[in-house]
């Protein structure tokens, strides 16, 4: 691994962010990129049209007044993003990230990880935004959309850091499952860490081939892996092996059904980064 992109907004988050990344670059050996978008509603906005109510001196005043107060926020959100920025490269360099570099920029989220990630590894995530303490079960809306449309794993920060030693990687032997496993088996991360394959299900031939498959590829990685198949609802199983084993780490595809299936019947993965206290890693 050699660049993470963590991305920080001033939330209740971004010291746990900081710490998992401050973690996953010492593991990887990895330089930050710290990355905090203005979006576009902190910049100038288009005044409305009220020539058909306000006399020409009136709205002239008004729309000058206007504009005075939004240079005056876009002022605002370029300091507090700085601070933002500043504060979080000294909190990695204190958890002993050398090689920092912070990125401001103004625009959507989503457009400008995808400019940036390129030449990235792994992106680093809070579970959810600024609106953290008034919405503690819903997903942040970028969270969401940056799993859906980023091809780099994703670590998603749980509310605070935790040491790290035994993950497990939800199995279902779907593409994105699979570069859960590949991911797992290439990457200095996770290595050395206990390893455990959970696959929800019956136990067909075709299911314990699949994860045998699975099994023998980390193997040969070198874990010593602890798998196994156990029926029953995906989110409730993943769920009661995370407590029952002590995981302090969940790795699993990212939203394998289409969008509109998920809409439909709702998704295993958002179900698990939402309940789950512990930190996710998502692949696709």
Do not use: M, N
């Given at each position: 691994m050699s660049k993470i992109l963590a991305l920080f907004d001033g939330s209740t988050y971004s010291q746990s962010v900081c710490n998992h990344t401050s973690w996953a670059a010492e593991r990887g050996s990895?330089?930050?990129?710290?990355?905090?978008v203005l979006g576009r509603r902190d910049g100038p906005g288009a005044p409305a049209d009220f020539s058909g109510s306000l006399n020409a001196d009136t709205r002239a005043i008004l729309l000058a007044e206007l504009a005075e107060l939004d240079e005056q926020k876009a002022v605002l959100a370029q300091k507090r993003g700085r601070l933002i920025l500043d504060e979080a490269k000294a909190?990695?360099?204190?958890?002993?990230?050398?090689?920092?570099?912070?990125?401001?920029?103004?625009?959507?989220?989503?457009?400008?990880v995808q400019d940036f990630e390129g030449g990235t590894d792994l992106i680093v995530i809070g579970k959810r935004g600024e609106a953290a303490d008034f919405a503690k079960l819903h997903l942040g809306s970028n969270l969401e959309r940056l799993a859906r449309s980023s091809h780099k794993p994703i670590l998603v920060a749980s509310r605070a850091f935790k040491p790290i030693s035994r993950f497990l990687i939800a199995f279902d032997g779907s593409a994105s499952a699979l570069k859960a496993i590949e991911f797992a088996g290439a990457n200095a991360l996770l290595r050395g860490l206990e390893c455990h394959i959970l696959m929800v299900g019956t136990e067909t031939a075709e299911a314990k081939a699949?994860?045998?498959?699975?099994?023998?590829?980390?193997q040969a990685a070198g874990y010593e892996v602890h798998a196994k198949i156990d029926a029953g609802q995906a989110d409730a199983v993943i769920s009661s092996a995370v407590e029952a084993e002590g995981i302090d780490l969940l790795v699993m595809g990212a939203y394998g059904h289409s969008r509109i299936r998920n809409l439909i019947i709702g998704s295993t993965t958002t179900e698990m980064i939402r309940s789950c206290k512990i930190p996710v890693i998502l692949c696709r």
């Open positions: 990895a330089s930050v990129d710290v990355l905090h909190c990695l360099q204190r958890g002993g990230v050398s090689d920092v570099t912070t990125k401001l920029r103004h625009g959507d989220l989503i457009e400008t699949s994860l045998d498959q699975a099994t023998t590829s980390l």
